[in-house]
T-cell receptor
Framework: DAGITQSPRYKITETGRQVTLMCHQTWSHSYMFWYRQDLGHGLRLIYYSAAADITDKGEVPDGYVVSRSKTENFPLTLESATRSQTSVYFC????????????????FGAGSRLTVL | SQKIEQNSEALNIQEGKTATLTCNYTNYSPAYLQWYRQDPGRGPVFLLLIRENEKEKRKERLKVTFDTTLKQSLFHITASQPADSATYLCALPSGGYNKLIFGAGTRLAVHP
């Protein structure tokens, strides 16, 4: 199916465990992003990637690791999950330079709800 | 660093009225600003983009304005319907690769 898919949609884990959230897009968009959404904070950028093998930190990168070996995949790993990482995680993608302004218009996945006990 | 402020209180209006949501930013004026809609349990969906040299943009019942002097964007929904009930997020580019930062959003509830 065309689009951007996230898995798992729901995950419960324990403190200290490693968790990987998957993101796959079928448009060959070069830009991909990971955000977390918490009450009172809105969407905060964790990591982003401009192309395969090019990644950079966003506002809240601590405790997270990303990789981008293929254009279509952008997994997010919590190396040792903490309770403060309980959140809803959204992956998004964009083709750069959309429109005359070169603006990134994001298409989001449905989200992954992570609970860390 | 750039910060975005949206009214955190929910906006309740009657069906048929015009809803007006506000987005304020604190620092430099961005090259463009975007509005997204988010329904419960779903990812945000892009609605409109307005560039810094545009005062107003329309799409069907939606209208966005961009005032770089006031550092503010207003988002209007005319003839509102209960189906317009959702959270509306303002976003603007910050830093390299035009990565977007988002406001916390304003929840709109349209009552029949």
């Amino acid at each position: 199916d065309a689009g951007i898919t996230q898995s798992p949609r729901y995950k419960i884990t324990e403190t200290g465990r490693q968790v990987t959230l998957m993101c796959h897009q079928t448009w060959s968009h070069s830009y991909m992003f990971w955000y977390r959404q918490d009450l009172g904070h809105g969407l905060r950028l964790i990591y982003y990637s401009a192309a395969a093998d090019i990644t950079d930190k966003g506002e809240v990168p601590d405790g997270y690791v990303v990789s981008r070996s293929k254009t279509e995949n952008f997994p997010l790993t919590l190396e040792s999950a903490t309770r403060s990482q309980t959140s809803v995680y959204f992956c998004a993608s964009s083709a750069p330079g959309q429109g005359a302004s070169g603006a990134n218009v994001l298409t989001f996945g449905a989200g992954s709800r992570l609970t860390v006990l | 660093s750039q910060k975005i402020e949206q009214n955190s209180e929910a906006l309740n209006i009657q069906e048929g009225k015009t809803a007006t949501l506000t987005c304020n930013y604190t620092n430099y004026s961005p090259a463009y600003l975007q509005w997204y809609r988010q329904d419960p349990g779903r990812g945000p969906v892009f609605l409109l983009l307005i560039r810094e040299n545009e005062k107003e943009k329309r799409k069907e019942r939606l209208k966005v304005t961009f005032d770089t002097t006031l550092k503010q964007s207003l988002f209007h929904i005319t003839a509102s319907q209960p189906a317009d009930s959702a959270t509306y997020l303002c976003a603007l580019p910050s830093g390299g690769y035009n990565k977007l930062i988002f406001g916390a959003g304003t929840r709109l509830a349209v009552h029949p």
